[in-house]
């Protein structure tokens, strides 16, 4: 079965900076791409930034030039490296893997979800 679990938020200042971790409980290679999103209340789930198999990555522009995603495939964990906080970044943040699962003779794409850890950034 596969599990994702996310840790390092927190509560910070303005300008300040968080590292998030997304755990796999198995290689990160089985995914075609892995992504951070992110979830304010009243506010529709998100694009943050995203990692595919060949390392490729790519960022929304809100969070361009501030985030930083990045792969340790020894520790089955990607990261997001977050400085420059602003009050506009306050949301719960998740990790997301997706892939092309066959069953059944079906062909079709897959995510699967951490639970989300929640990032607060004051004025």
């Known amino acids: 079965q596969v599990q994702l679990k996310e840790s390092g938020g927190g509560l910070v200042q303005a300008g300040g900076s968080l590292r998030l971790s997304c755990i796999f409980s198995?290689?990160?290679?089985?995914?075609?791409?892995i992504g951070w999103y992110r979830q304010a209340p009243g506010k529709q789930r998100e694009l943050v930034a995203g990692i595919s198999r060949d390392d490729n990555r790519n960022y929304a522009d809100f969070v361009k030039g501030r985030f930083t995603i990045s792969r340790d495939n020894a520790k089955n964990t990607v990261y997001l490296q977050m400085n420059s906080l602003q009050p506009e970044d306050t949301a719960v943040y998740y990790c997301n893997g997706r892939r092309m699962e066959v069953g059944g003779g079906e062909i079709k794409q897959v995510d699967y979800w951490g639970q989300g850890t929640q990032v607060t950034v004051s004025s």
């Open positions: 198995g290689s990160t290679s089985i995914f075609n791409a």
